[in-house]
Nanobody
Framework: QVQLVESGGGLVQAGGSLRLSCAASGRTFSTYDMGWFRQDPGKEREFVASIRRSSETTYHADSVKGRFTISRDNAKNTVYLQMNSLKPEDTAVYYC????????????????????WGQGTQVTVSS
């Protein structure tokens, strides 16, 4: 069992930056594949980025590639999402997710393959 708590969201102007953090409880954080997803009201939750437990492999959605970077610090039980060059269309609630099982690359982008979710943090980008 792991609990996830996101922080770092807020209101920012277009072109600005934010860094989201997701703190995980428990001693086994380093054994989880981690992901970030986002959701607009009335829309499905969509994949943003993910990182393998070893930190050697990361994945980013095409819509954020080159602007967002996922990273993790296993010593601090924390995963990060650095968001640069933010756009109004990045506005959403951002969720952190964890999978206790190693995910195949085909599973990385699917919400159903993650076991645990945080409560989300709101990111609003003004034009």
């Amino acid at each position: 069992q792991v609990q996830l708590v996101e922080s770092g969201g807020g209101l920012v102007q277009a072109g600005g930056s934010l860094r989201l953090s997701c703190a995980a409880s428990g001693r086994t954080f380093s054994t989880y594949d981690m992901g970030w997803f986002r959701q607009d009201p009335g829309k499905e939750r969509e994949f943003v980025a993910s990182i393998r437990r070893s930190s050697e492999t990361t994945y980013h959605a095409d819509s954020v590639k080159g602007r967002f970077t996922i990273s993790r610090d296993n010593a601090k039980n924390t995963v990060y999402l650095q968001m640069n060059s933010l756009k109004p269309e990045d506005t959403a609630v951002y969720y952190c997710a964890a999978s206790s099982r190693p995910l195949y690359s085909i599973q990385i982008r699917s919400t159903v393959d993650y076991d645990y979710w945080g409560q989300g943090t709101q990111v609003t980008v003004s034009s």
